[in-house]
DNA sequence: CTCTTCACG
DNA sequence: ACGTACGTGAAGAGG
């Protein structure tokens, strides 16, 4: 068997791994994504391969390192990013602590020391495999020596193999014949400037006829583009210059040892120690015998005896804290985690089988949450879906606390709050389960889901201090104690409450809708002259676009817009776009809405949604499953669909809404003098600010003026910008500017205020709410104008939104509580951002209204009044 | 599994 | 010169 050594091109790679993936950081804020990249690679051709031999070349001065790709592509030179340059002396510490040998030379780059240990290798009788984003190395395959260039294509990585055949079949030429094709047609990235006019066409075949660059020289006279022949006479001085850059040079003079580049073991504890300080968790799992990991998982127990559960739970009452997490999917119990103790943690896994059934679990668990022992869990809400729990003040639950501290995240697993606030690294739930559902491990992976569940009770318990420290430092103690905390359990008996769906008329909505659809249909396609998928962007593309010919330019990256302010202009010149957009207004009423929302009609004929707290930026709460905060209101036709959501026997609809929150908190919290005044004298804030910003008696305010006064509204709050604000109006850049320019003087603090915003977000890294809940601005760190001119709305929109979220939350929770405390039959069944609606007791409709009122305008005391509209109905039609 | 579109505040 | 309004979730198409 011939030995094999693997050579890799050490800057190549990282540069290559830095561009083709997405910025990751660690906790310190270090830059990952090359190094991470590269391990990547590294660890697949090494199980691929499984040389004897490893060894990394870099060049010596790596700021002249130039990257080539971008230049190719942009033509010019740029120094090399610093997110990529602090990972280069890390990059090397890794593999120095992997026992890795690494080589440089002064005056060499790494090309030629590749070459140099490649061909030495190869002469030794061993088999070489050199890693490099580079092709200038492919002058060194040979039968014995294979260039690997990794290439990444729509997010997957593909690796081409070159040997010296694979040279031949790709460019014709041989192996060495490549230093002659860089001397004729040049590499701009690598400097070398080759023969003017002469392209990788023309010079293989030149190639291919003279083999040299020199016996190429010798027949000069014949060779065939003119241009060819007056570069080869006038310019061959280049072509000779070229020919040397190009050479990779094989023997440098260096010693090299191949014995200390031997192969032992690459996973050391103190590369274990750099991965960990990497958050490279996905690679800690090759690391077998730290014992690290183990420890924990040393403490864990897996249950599924009845007796013994009985035991743990009294066990678990003479615990002062327990981490308990009750893991559901789709309303099927898979386990019950246990965990407690300060130095020695015992941890339980409960799996429910035989005598220990779901619903025994379920009341042992409530039971015992109700022994006002203090409970940590990382989702509280979900565990109220089975049980009914008491809201009390020894609860934790890990999720809220983590989500206030950064709410940007997607989700807040076991293994990311471990991760960031215990400093371990624990499995994820990928790791443990794969892809599979809960359901499917609950089978399959038995072993591996009861893992997973008690990493989840022992996060949840040993978490707690950390965060609550965290938030304490943050200033967000109160908000996580006083607002999310008891909004959760608020929420949970919304859920829980559900919403009454006249299931029947939901169909024949549906039905009618169907009738128009297929009429609507039929128009389309004999207007078209065709049949096509009317729903099919590409396809409805090419009808208006090509084959009618209908003016449209494209928009979007994969063709033509087709977007409803696309169609709308369209409109009036075809009959076909105005039934498209009929089409599309009925399809989506019937698919999302009629047919949608029929799913999710429960045995008790209501509509239980999730109100999720840990989704938005911004503190606000979002509805899946279905969202029932996007029910159609702003056209008839879709307003109807209301009528469908009524309230029980005996009982009617309160439904209230703030007017004009945000512009309301905006006043508040900017200070601005001029605007408050304004709320406080007008009704209709639209009008005077038309007024007032158009220099126009109030009332002489044309309806125009007004709708644009609204839009200038509007823009504030979304952090205004001119072009937007013109594209909202169809007005130009200009006189949007001028709009907001005059709004700007009309109420001067606004200006100072919203800049002041930008300018925190800038210092501090976030901007913050009246009630100090944060949303970090990273975007304003951000070299790309977009992303930074997006950081900038987002640190002007997101106390005003983030504000008004707060505001209602803090009403929810007390009409929740009241409306218990006063033992009502009336509950809260919706809240749509600014607006809230209760299912009330025909006896009770005075009380309630009296209660919602107070409540929601009395959540907060702002320099503005808080008002609300609030109306009754048979239906949420009616109500609204 | 991403993109486009569109429903809401 | 860049190319957008802020915040969401669901459905359908097409890779």
């Not at 023997?251 to 300080?277: C, M, Q, R, V």
């Not at 035991?311 to 965990?339: D, N, S, T, W």
């Not at 389960?433 to 996060?459: D, F, H, P, Q």
């Not at 003087?745 to 009630?771: C, H, M, N, R, W």
Request: negative net charge; contains cysteine.
């Amino acid at each position: 068997m011939r030995e094999k050594i693997l050579l890799i091109d050490g800057h190549s790679i990282l540069n290559r791994a830095f561009y083709g993936l997405p910025d990751l950081t660690n906790a310190e804020g270090l830059h990952t994504n090359a190094i991470y990249g590269f391990l990547n690679i590294l660890f697949k051709i090494l199980e691929e391969e499984k040389p004897d031999y490893l060894t990394v070349a870099f060049d010596l001065h790596a700021p002249t390192f130039r990257h080539k790709q971008y230049e190719a592509y942009k033509g010019t030179r740029k120094p090399m990013p610093m997110e990529l340059r602090e990972q280069i002396p890390v990059m090397k510490d890794v593999l120095s602590a992997m026992g890795v040998t690494m080589i440089t030379k002064e005056g060499y780059e790494a090309d030629d020391l590749l070459g140099t240990v490649a061909k030495k290798s190869e002469e030794k009788g061993m088999d070489v495999t050199i890693l490099s984003g580079d092709r200038d190395l492919l002058q060194l395959a040979s039968s014995h020596i294979c260039i690997r260039i990794p290439k990444t294509k729509g997010g997957k990585t593909t690796i081409e193999d070159y040997y010296e055949n694979d040279v031949k079949e790709a460019y014709q030429l041989t192996p060495l014949q490549i230093i002659e094709l860089k001397a004729l047609m040049g590499d701009t990235a690598d400097n070398i400037p080759g023969l003017p006019g002469v392209g990788e066409k023309t010079a293989t075949k030149i190639l291919l006829e003279y083999g040299t660059v020199e016996n190429a020289k010798a027949h000069a006279e014949e060779l065939k583009p003119n241009k060819a022949k007056t570069a080869f006479l006038e310019h061959y001085d280049l072509a000779v210059l070229s020919k040397e850059l190009a050479t990779i040079c094989i023997d440098s003079p260096i010693e090299y040892d191949w014995e200390g580049a031997k192969i032992h073991n690459l996973y050391t504890p103190e590369a274990y120690e750099f991965f960990k300080e990497l958050e490279f968790k996905n690679f800690l799992s090759r690391f077998e015998d730290t014992g690290e990991e183990n420890k924990i998982e040393e403490s864990f127990r897996y249950i599924t005896d009845f007796t013994e559960t009985e035991k743990i739970f009294e066990r678990a009452l003479e615990e002062p804290v327990v981490g308990i997490e009750l893991l559901e999917e789709k309303g099927q119990i898979l386990g019950l985690g246990l965990a407690w103790g300060e130095e020695e943690t015992e941890v339980y896994s409960i799996l429910p089988q035989g005598f220990v059934t779901e619903d025994y679990l379920i009341e042992k668990t409530q039971e015992f949450c109700q022994q006002g022992k203090l409970i940590a869990s990382l989702n509280i809400k979900a565990m109220l879906r089975y049980m009914d729990l008491k809201s009390h003040n020894d609860m934790f639950d890990a999720g809220l606390a983590a989500y206030l501290l950064n709410p940007l995240k997607s989700e807040y697993t076991y293994d990311d709050i471990a991760k960031e606030f215990l400093g371990e690294m624990f499995p994820a739930k990928e790791d443990l389960l794969g892809k599979l559902s809960y359901i499917k491990a609950a089978n399959e992976k038995e072993e591996e889901l009861a893992k997973s569940v008690c990493y989840m009770a022992y996060t949840a318990l040993k978490s707690r201090t950390s965060l609550l420290e965290a938030l304490e430092k943050e200033n967000m103690k109160e908000l996580y104690t006083d607002m999310e905390m008891p909004l959760l359990f608020t929420l949970a008996d919304m859920e829980k409450e559900g919403i009454l769906v006249e299931a029947e008329a939901l169909k024949e909505y549906g039905e009618k809708l169907q009738v128009r659809i297929e009429a609507l249909e039929k128009e389309i396609w004999e207007q078209a002259g065709e049949e096509f998928n009317i729903n099919s962007p590409k396809q409805l593309g090419v009808i208006l676009f090509e084959k009618l010919e209908l003016p449209g330019g494209k928009k979007t990256k994969t063709g033509y817009s087709t977007a409803a302010d696309v169609l709308e202009k369209l409109a009036p010149e075809h009959k076909l776009v105005a039934d498209i957009l009929e089409y599309r207004q009925l399809t989506k009423l019937k698919s999302t809405y009629a047919d949608g929302l029929a799913n999710y009609i429960a045995e008790d004929g209501r509509i239980h949604s999730t109100f999720n707290q840990t989704i938005t930026a911004t503190g606000r709460i979002s509805s899946t499953e279905p969202n029932l905060q996007n029910i159609p209101v702003r056209t008839e036709l879709g307003r109807l669909l209301r009528k469908v959501f009524i309230p029980k026997d005996g009982f009617i609809f309160l439904d209230a809404d703030y007017s004009q929150i945000e512009l309301r908190v905006l006043a508040h919290m900017s200070g601005d003098e001029k605007l408050i005044q304004a709320y406080q004298e007008a009704q209709d804030i639209h009008r005077i600010t038309a007024s007032q910003v158009f220099h126009i008696p109030f009332d002489e305010v044309t309806p125009l003026q007004r709708r644009n006064a609204k839009a200038v509204n509007f823009g504030i709050v979304y952090g205004i910008s001119s072009f937007g604000l013109s594209q909202d109006l169809s007005i130009s850049r200009k006189e949007a500017a001028q709009y907001i320019e005059s709004y700007f003087q009309t109420y001067p603090k606004i200006k100072g205020f919203l800049d002041g915003l930008v300018e925190e977000a800038k210092e501090k890294g976030y901007v913050s709410t009246l009630f100090h809940r944060r949303r970090p601005v990273p975007e304003l760190k951000s070299s790309n104008f977009m992303q930074r001119s997006f950081g900038e709305r987002v640190a002007m929109n997101s106390p005003i939104q983030g504000t008004a979220a707060d505001i209602i939350k803090i009403a929810m929770i007390r009409v929740n509580k009241r409306l218990k405390e006063e033992n009502l039959k009336s509950r809260l069944v919706l809240q749509v951002h600014d607006e809230l609606l209760i299912e009330t007791a025909k006896e009770e409709v005075e009380q309630v209204s009296a209660i919602l009122e107070q409540e929601m305008k009395e959540a907060a005391h702002l320099s503005v009044a808080l008002e609300i509209d609030m109306h009754t109905g048979e239906n949420w039609y009616e109500a609204k």
